[in-house]
């Protein structure tokens, strides 16, 4: 009876993941990405920050190369942190340097191309 039951969750997974693949098929996205949308962001943006960070030929003009490695350090580590559900602090409070460095990628968030 045990084995009967785990196969049945096992199936209803399979035909969710079956669901939300025609999902991103169709639409481009699958409405589970949009149960944790900021969890979800993050874990598209954190390699793609990575990669920019290691190709970028340029930075903005306002700013010098080291202090713009410095920002984008800031937005990936908003991001990781976000990733390892690390975000709050104990008293339920966003973390600083999440919202710092939330801040800094709205800020910059046009400066985000190589």
Not at 32 to 44: G, K, M, V
Not at 77 to 105: C, S
């Amino acid at each position: 009876m045990r084995l009967l039951w785990r196969l049945r969750f096992w199936l209803s997974d399979r035909w969710l993941d079956l669901r939300f693949l025609f999902q991103r098929l169709t639409k481009g996205y699958a409405d589970r990405e949009c149960w944790n949308l900021f969890y979800y962001h993050a874990r598209w943006l954190v390699p793609r920050l990575k990669r920019l960070k290691e190709i970028s030929h340029g930075y903005p003009v306002s700013l010098t190369e080291q202090e713009w490695d410095a920002i984008l350090d800031k937005m990936i580590w908003a991001f990781e942190l976000i990733l390892r559900n690390e975000e709050e602090g104990p008293d339920g409070q966003i973390k600083p340097e999440v919202e710092e460095g939330i801040q800094l990628f709205s800020r910059w968030y046009f400066a985000l191309w190589d």
